[in-house]
Nanobody
Framework: QVQLVESGGGLVQAGGSLRLSCAASGSIFSINAMGWYRQAPGKQRELVATISNGNSTNYTDSVKGRFTISRDNAKNTVYLQMNSLKPEDTAVYYC?????????????WGQGTQVTVSS
């Protein structure tokens, strides 16, 4: 099992920046990739960014050039640096850890952290 704890959310004005952190514990050796998702009120949860064990990254189009996902393996922590924030970035942000076993993905989720961007 993998446990994830997010931090770093808050209220920021449009154009501002925030950095989210996700600390992993438990069976971290089994993790193949980690990512950030977000869910705005009344909307489905959507992928924001992912990073593989090989540091390959992937971003949804709406955050490309503004958000950066990174990892610190020594701290078992993944970060999401969010710059040039927009009101439409307002959502609960969830950390995700994926494990690939025998062709199937298994996911763990954090509790979420609220990001609110005011106009």
């Amino acid at each position: 099992q993998v446990q994830l704890v997010e931090s770093g959310g808050g209220l920021v004005q449009a154009g501002g920046s925030l950095r989210l952190s996700c600390a992993a514990s438990g069976s971290i050796f089994s993790i193949n990739a980690m990512g950030w998702y977000r869910q705005a009120p009344g909307k489905q949860r959507e992928l924001v960014a992912t990073i593989s064990n090989g540091n390959s990254t992937n971003y949804t189009d709406s955050v490309k050039g503004r958000f950066t996902i990174s990892r610190d393996n020594a701290k078992n922590t993944v970060y999401l640096q969010m710059n040039s924030l927009k009101p439409e970035d307002t959502a609960v942000y969830y950390c995700n850890a994926g494990r690939l076993r025998l062709g199937a993905w298994y996911y763990s989720w954090g509790q979420g952290t609220q990001v609110t961007v005011s106009s």
